[in-house]
């Protein structure tokens, strides 16, 4: 059964996010491991071939053998058992907002609780909470996301963090096809006032869930974000109707 959550804004508007199942989750995260090891095969291939010329550098160095062979050594566990499987999740995460490769094939991603996307120490903490789940096998992850309301696994509770089905593309009918993204071509509207980074995440959260949201409770949505930023527009924005405001104010971002 599908599990929804609804998260809403300090400024009073509600967003309803689908939450990420366990067998999606898990399919992500087998991807991401299979991404992983062809890393891990690519850099041991480049290591044997620069192996003839690394054995030269202690007697050029003047460094005990066997030393450098243990540091050597050492080096390798920490980025094959640490950096590859757990830097590999924050530095994905991190650039594509919330999503990894297996994360985007299954058209999910990571946002923190209130529907926000994920800055770096959350993502960092949820990761690095990662290490213990996958000394376990991910075991409790399974279940932690079987018993959670939300979905959670462990990392998630420590960063305060959901994972949730993407719907950027998804084509509910044949008119939202012929509309495309939504995107007017009249000109952009340009804010007199600045707005602030919550009024634009405010602002992107609309123009992501529009599509998905019943049309009595878009159109309810849009007038409550509409009626927060109409005072920072000029006057041209006053004839036009609210979810054209907001859309044609998120194209001038493009």
């Known amino acids: 059964m599908e599990r929804t959550v609804t998260v809403r804004t300090p400024e009073s508007v509600a967003f309803q996010y689908e939450l990420a199942g366990l067998g999606s989750r898990f399919l992500a995260v087998v991807i991401d491991i299979l991404l992983q090891t062809l890393v891990d095969v690519v850099l041991i291939l480049i290591v044997t071939v620069l192996i003839p010329g690394i054995i030269d550098v202690p007697k050029a160095l003047h460094i005990n053998p066997a030393k450098f062979a243990a540091f050597f050594g050492a080096i390798a566990l920490v980025v094959f058992l640490l950096v590859i499987p757990f830097g590999y999740f924050i530095v994905f995460e991190a650039a594509w907002n919330g999503q990894t490769p297996g ?27 990662r290490i213990v789940e996958a000394a376990f096998g991910y075991i409790p992850s399974a279940i932690s996301v079987l018993l959670s309301s939300q ?11 959901i994972v949730v089905r993407d719907r950027a593309f998804e084509v509910l009918s044949p008119q939202t096809w012929l509309q495309g993204d939504g995107i007017p071509d009249a000109p952009p509207l340009t804010p007199t006032t600045a707005l602030t980074p ?19 409770i878009a159109a309810a949505t849009a007038a409550r974000v509409a009626a927060m930023l109409r005072p920072k527009l000029d006057a041209q924005s006053a004839s036009l109707s609210d979810d054209a405001v907001l859309m044609r104010l998120f194209a001038s971002r493009r």
Request: overall charge positive.
């Open 151 to 161: 979905n959670k696994r462990l990392g998630d509770y420590a960063a305060g963090t």
């Open 198 to 216: 919550q009024e634009w995440e405010l602002l992107d959260r609309y123009v992501e869930r529009r599509s998905t949201l019943p049309p009595s």
């Open 103 to 129: 994360k985007r094939l299954l058209g999910i991603r990571v946002v923190r609780d209130g529907g926000y996307p994920i800055d770096l120490g959350s993502d960092v903490l949820r990761n690095l909470i």
